[in-house]
């Protein structure tokens, strides 16, 4: 599985910026399609993710709870997260990456990772 990130950018605090993530390959044995983001001098922490076998069911950081939204289309195998009410604690470098698994909050469970986008909120 390739996953392809963009979208990143700079955008004011307030402000909405859409990530996408193309996946190619075995897709069929994808079940997670997470994001995570790393901001500097910090660890990589669980953004939110989409589960494929269960009615594109999602769920999210409670720091990023009613202000983002993932979605997908399945006929380009593309994932989406919608990020709005953007602060500027949100800055990081965006990661998607995709598992075979349900265990969907750990880094670690993901096999397949995208190369990262860059999203920074100024204030």
């Known amino acids: 599985v390739q996953l392809q990130a963009s979208g990143g950018g700079l955008v004011q605090a307030g402000g909405s910026l859409r990530l996408s993530c193309a996946a190619s390959g075995r897709t069929f044995s994808i079940y997670s399609m997470g994001w995570f983001r790393q901001a500097p001098g910090k660890e990589r922490e669980f953004v939110g993710v989409i589960l494929k076998w269960s009615g594109d069911s999602t769920y999210y950081a409670d720091s990023v709870k009613g202000r983002f939204t993932i979605s997908r289309d399945n006929a380009q195998n593309t994932v989406y997260l919608q990020m709005d009410r953007m602060k500027p604690q949100d800055t990081a470098v965006y990661y998607c990456?995709?598992?075979?698994?349900?265990?969907?909050?750990?880094?670690?469970?993901?096999?397949?990772w995208g190369q990262g986008t860059l999203v920074t909120v100024s204030s």
């Open positions: 990456a995709a598992s075979p698994s349900g265990n969907y909050y750990y880094a670690a469970s993901y096999a397949y």
